[in-house]
């Protein structure tokens, strides 16, 4: 007599191997034959291979990032991004047109505006909470760029100052000291180990002892200083200027004795300024700027970058943002344009616009796994991927 066999009845092992070599449509009809099946069907072993090949996918595979999304979830919001299947809404609607810029911090997005920066509460939905939960409120021209990091708020402005700010306990900030030392406006500043890094139109870096009213080292550049950031991981920072007099625009310094280490690059076209600059791990730096390239540094090889994106519109890119993994956002100088590279790709992923067609600068951006929030001179807009099945 034949004995008839269910899939329920086979080792875990099998069924996951079983599951290995099925399409993510079939896996969807598995899981509605049964409870059982749809219990195992949501397991993250049976999706950890298919998140792997996303576009979100992480070196933690998304679960240290995201610990209270399944991979299943992971998987379905990568293909929502991976498809372009998002909607626009707008947050802000700003009544003075000036540069905003933005970022995203543990659940909470800041807002720069004017001589101030405002702290607003993220909602399940991804949209934010009506009012500022927290304002900072000390210079008394615009503020160019700031920082949220290591408890502290690092805010750079026109009036050529930096004010620094500690979080609190709850939605409350103590102002700590304003460090005076550059001559022009502060464009970009970053901050990491009681050290605040700043890059001035007076064409010099400075930095900074958090905890202290002083200059620990400077240096004098060709240009005017766009971009900085501070590498975590190693004692080095980079910096990244207009390229004007210097066609070598991406400089890495030592932190300890301020001494140049590494040149980036060589023959870079005049005026091609770097306006963002960000280290993705020790070795791995991001960059973009006004000659419409997105390019990946090896910094233990500086004759030339690891890869290059072309902005094929001949936009400048103003901003940029990675995950760690495949994804690399990049913000535009025209029409509101967010685009999506995958480093796997050659060429642009996708491309959005947001806001109306009157759009212009994307200044600012930042996303995390639902959302990409960016910051446009009329506007605090976001890109919703949760909700789009």
């Known amino acids: 007599m034949m004995t008839t066999c269910s899939l329920l009845d086979l080792n875990k092992d099998v069924l996951f191997l079983l599951a290995s070599y099925l399409s993510i449509k079939d896996l969807g009809r598995l899981s509605q034959v049964c409870r059982q099946l749809c219990s195992f069907c949501n397991q993250d072993a049976v999706w950890r291979n298919d ?25 379905r919001l990568s293909r929502n991004w991976e498809n372009g299947l998002m909607k626009d809404v707008q947050l ?13 911090q543990k659940g909470q997005l800041y807002v720069s505006h004017g001589e ?17 939960v927290l304002v900072c409120s000390k210079h008394v021209h615009d503020i160019c760029k ?46 990491h180990d009681s050290m605040v890094l700043s890059g001035s139109a007076d064409k010099s870096w400075r930095l900074w002892s958090l905890e202290h009213d002083r200059c620990l080292l400077e240096s004098e550049m060709s240009d005017r200083v766009l971009s900085v950031a501070i590498n975590s991981w190693n004692k080095n920072i980079i910096t990244g200027t207009s390229c004007i007099n210097d066609h070598k625009p991406l400089d890495i310094w030592n932190i300890e004795n301020g001494k140049h280490m590494l040149t980036l690059g060589s023959n870079f076209k005049m005026g091609a300024g770097v306006l963002d600059v960000q280290y993705e791990d020790a070795n791995t730096v991001l ?26 519109d001949d936009n400048a890119l103003y901003c940029l943002q990675s995950n760690g993994g495949y994804l690399i956002a990049t913000g535009s100088n025209r029409f509101g344009v967010v ?40 506007s605090i807009q976001t890109l919703d991927f949760s909700d789009c099945r």
């Not at 802000?92 to 995203?104: A, E, S, V, W």
């Open 287 to 312: 960059s973009c700027g006004y000659d419409t390239y997105l390019r990946i540094w090896d910094t233990r090889s500086s004759r030339s970058c690891v890869r290059e994106y072309e902005e094929v």
């Open 339 to 378: 685009r999506l590279w995958d480093k796997r790709m050659t060429e642009c992923l996708s491309k959005f616009y947001i806001g109306n067609k009157k759009s212009g600068s994307v200044y600012s951006l930042q996303f995390n796994l639902t959302n990409i929030y960016a910051s446009l001179s009329h």
């Open 146 to 191: 700031f920082v949220v990091k290591d408890g502290h708020i690092v805010t750079g402005a026109r009036d050529h100052q930096i004010n620094i700010w500690k979080l609190t306990r709850g939605p409350n900030v103590q102002f700590v000291r304003t460090l005076s030392g550059h001559s022009l406006k502060v464009n970009c500043v970053d901050t």
């Open 51 to 75: 998140n792997k090949k996303r576009l979100l996918a992480t070196s933690s595979n998304g679960k240290g990032k995201y610990p209270k999304l399944n991979l299943k979830e992971i998987c």
């Open 116 to 132: 101030n920066v405002h702290c607003y509460r993220i909602k399940n939905n991804g949209n934010i909470s009506k009012n500022p």
């Open 92 to 104: 802000i609607k700003l009544k003075t047109q000036l540069l905003p810029h933005l970022q995203l």
